[in-house]
């Protein structure tokens, strides 16, 4: 299968990397000359252009990635499905919920994928979570809450949701399968006026569940945290653990208290599951090539990837307001 990579910035030599050894790396593209020269000396099999039309020109071509910055992918993965090619576009494909829906359309009039990168979705850890969510095991889930967190790097052009919400947001839809119909944000931009670097979310679920985010660039401690609360047992995804990513406590409310009317808590077992290490960004490529080949629901992928734009148009709204 040969594929194309759009995008060499900062992301992009991560895909190049992983559709070299996975399927055919049979072009790279960047406006950029100095990213052109280093890559076509890197994969010196692959073409090597600064127009995506070049690619899409190319009939052999089956598939197109798209890496370039947010505001560039949902014109640039139109021009791939209109040119029938299937798509792997990062998080997010479009930055409004009509754009997105327009990708939906067309991939779907076309049979062709159009797959969101995100990214956790194909984390192990978070695999293992959302089998212990659907196996029952957690018993009924009350509420998620994920915390985000870091003093790290302050972006000017993009605000805390849209750079760190997406990824837990993907993942709290993921794991409940439903669409938020309520979505509440509250931001404020300390650093650079008009760019939210602390949001908070509140998210509100069909079946009563809610879900919070707690988004920062400032903040004492990097945290990559979700933490899924069951009446049974709640689990822990720490990202920032090297052995310990996911922990299952069985934790819960238990009955009244006779005396006081007060609920007694239940505590048992800690266990910690074994997670497999392999690379979610390998396992996310490796999907992608899957759905091309036609395993798997294509529709299911790119709807809920239109799930999350819809989600996270509304904190927009919300933050705005």
């Known amino acids: 299968m040969k594929v194309a990579v759009a995008g060499l910035g900062y992301w992009g030599p991560n895909l190049a990397r992983n559709f070299d050894e996975l399927a055919e790396l049979a072009w790279l593209c960047d406006l950029t000359d100095e990213s052109r020269k280093v890559f076509a000396e890197r994969y010196p099999h692959a073409r090597v252009t600064a127009d995506l039309g070049d690619v899409l020109a190319d009939p052999e071509v089956e598939a197109v990635v798209v890496a370039t910055p947010v505001p560039t992918h949902y014109s640039l993965a139109k021009q791939v499905l209109l040119a029938g090619k299937h798509v792997l576009v990062e998080k997010p494909p479009a930055m409004r919920a009509a754009e997105m829906d327009e990708l939906v359309a067309l991939a779907a009039e ?10 956790l979705l194909y984390h192990p850890g978070i695999r293992k979570v959302k089998e212990l969510v659907d196996s029952g095991e957690l018993g009924e889930v009350l509420c998620i809450y994920g915390n985000r967190q870091n003093l790290g790097i302050v972006r000017t052009n993009e605000n805390a949701l849209w750079s760190l919400g997406v990824h837990d947001l993907s993942v709290i839809c ?91 808590t239940r505590s048992g077992d800690i266990y910690i599951p074994k997670i497999a290490t392999d690379e979610p960004l ?3 490529c490796q999907a ?34």
Not at 110 to 119: F, K, Q, S, T, W
Not at 290 to 300: I, M, P
Not at 315 to 320: D, G, H, N
């Open 110 to 119: 076309r049979d062709l994928v159009l797959m969101p990168g995100h990214l």
């Open 174 to 264: 993921y794991l409940l399968d439903e669409e938020p119909v309520e979505a509440v944000a509250h931001g404020r931009d300390f650093l650079t006026e008009g760019v939210e670097d602390v949001v908070f979310c509140y998210l509100r679920f069909p079946s009563g569940r809610i879900a919070h985010m707690h988004l920062s660039w400032l903040d004492p401690h990097k945290m990559r945290r979700l933490t899924v609360v069951g009446r049974e047992k709640m689990v822990v995804f720490d990202d920032m653990e090297l052995e310990r990513k996911v922990t299952v406590y069985e934790k819960g409310p238990w009955k009244r208290a006779e005396t006081y009317g007060e609920w007694q």
């Open 282 to 284: 390998r396992l996310e």
């Open 288 to 321: 992608f090539l899957s759905l091309v080949r036609g395993e798997g629901d294509r529709g299911k992928v790119a709807r809920d990837g239109a799930m999350v734009v819809r989600a996270l148009e509304g904190l927009t709204e919300s933050l705005r307001g």
